[in-house]
């Protein structure tokens, strides 16, 4: 088995379309290849702020709630690369990006290495964490190839949206 | 200066549309990054036949009217990817493929290594040549870090899709 990554901006927006738009699968030759910059301060800051996108290429999913290999078929482009990106709310007791595992139904991801800063003109807009899913139950669980890298805001990035306050449900 | 480039999917095509299409700039994130599979099979193959794409994603220019800085802004598609890609009729004389050079107004285009195939599906469907732009005149021309990947359907190819003989105008 290769390694599969799954590829997570996170955002606590809890907004969710009325008609889930379906899924897109690009025209030969183009890919969806966005670079770490791109993911903070186009993607996600937008979802964040609650402006439109050109192109709905992220659904919202709660990754919690899904195994890693259910994931794929959630994604809202189709395509042969083994990377599928998502929107998903961050529960509270979560928000301060520790240690903690963050469970499934069949095991949990764990966090590797250290948070690594995202770069927009020179400062720092967000946080990119690599996690591992392990199945089973920790600490005995077993290591797996799925690799989940999740994107969030700086708390500074947060406060020039304005959210930061206005919208409690914005939790980090 | 980084080392550029200039993608070439060959056909001998002469049909341009009657009104150019606007240049279209990808939402972020995206990329036009085709593999030679798709290169050969989808883009060029459906420009010979006559069918249409999905996506139009490629201009039609005369290579060796235009010199490689200018090549650019004749992109349909504007990307800050270093990489062009374009149709473009080959002239009978230069359609063995062989050492010949492809003058421009300022210089000319020298193959370099040797063809490389293209596979799909395990059958050779096309054939990817690579040149680099010299400036001046040959044998005395400059190397210059323009580099150009030609790619042409294989003679078999074309009497798959049934234009080898019906349209003169294809030549290889």
Known sequence: MGRESVFLPTTASTTVNPVAAPPTS????????????????????RKVSGKPFRFDAISEVDIYRSEPGDLADKSRLKTRDQEWYFFSALDKKYGNGGRMNRATGKGYWKATGNDRQVKHEERVVGLKKTLVFHS????????????MHEYRLTEKEMERIGTGSSQPQVRF
Do not use: Q
Request: aromatic fraction near 16%; avoid cysteine; proline fraction near 9%.
């Open 26 to 45: 690009l025209a030969p030759g183009f890919r969806f290849h966005p670079t770490d910059e791109e993911l903070v301060i186009y993607y996600l800051k």
């Open 136 to 147: 089973g139950r920790a600490p005995d669980g077993k290591r797996t190839n799925w690799v």
